[in-house]
């Protein structure tokens, strides 16, 4: 006889009180829904308590990543380094500029993407070509960045994916969603970072 284990995982409640109530009521009596004075607040407010000089306030999570894929310049043919264990959204931002997303596994522990099969899939199928870009061995197409997600809150690990490529090529690790979480990691959370990749030749 087989016993059926049944495992709840529950997802984190939002943290929201009574002053986000006020603001939000505050902004919907003042009859401008859009591009008010809050909006300014908000983002120089965000902007500081990440140490950016600027940041952008977009109408969603998908907005957001869809503009830092576009930022970075990863466009039709690129590959993307991912991970399929998240939303949607964050995989179909590369879709929508015609990138190849290619996911490689998490990490057991932390949910987050794996900066050891990272590692293992530029050294062991990815080469660099005499620009210094790193290309896909089998499928020929160029390796353009990385998109991890900080799943559940958990910052991914931002150091290991720029160490293990930090010699000679040109990849940017790009965050993506709900990393606003846990404050102490927050910066490097936040940070693009643009590591290099060793690949073998
Ligand atoms: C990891 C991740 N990325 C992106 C999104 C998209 O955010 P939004 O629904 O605000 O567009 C979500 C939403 O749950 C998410 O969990």
Redesign the pocket.
């Known amino acids: 006889m087989t016993t059926a284990v049944r495992l709840k995982v529950p997802l984190s409640r939002p943290d929201l009180g009574e002053r986000e109530l006020r603001y939000v009521q505050e902004v919907m009596r003042s009859g401008q829904l859009s591009l008010g004075p809050v909006l300014a607040k908000f983002e120089q407010a965000f902007a500081s308590a990440i140490g950016r000089k600027h940041a952008i306030a977009v109408n ?6 869809h503009l830092c894929v576009r930022a970075a310049g990863i466009g039709s043919g690129h590959e993307v380094i991912t991970t399929s264990f ?2 949607v ?2 995989t179909n931002c590369l879709l929508y500029e015609k990138a190849v997303p290619v996911f490689v596994d998490i990490d057991p522990v932390t949910l987050n993407i794996s900066p050891q099969r990272i590692g293992e899939f530029l050294t062991k199928c990815c080469r660099r070509d005499q620009r210094g870009l790193v290309i896909n061995r089998e499928t020929g197409r160029e390796v353009k960045g990385i998109l991890p ?3 559940f809150g958990l910052p991914c690990d931002m150091q290991s994916p720029a160490s293990i490529t930090s010699r000679s090529s040109r990849i940017p690790a790009r965050p ?3 990393p606003i979480a846990e404050s102490r990691r927050v910066r490097s959370a936040t940070c693009p970072v643009s590591p290099s990749i060793p690949t073998s030749k």
């Open positions: 969603s999570g998908t907005s957001a990543l998240s939303f959204a964050s997600v900080h799943v993506s969603a709900l």
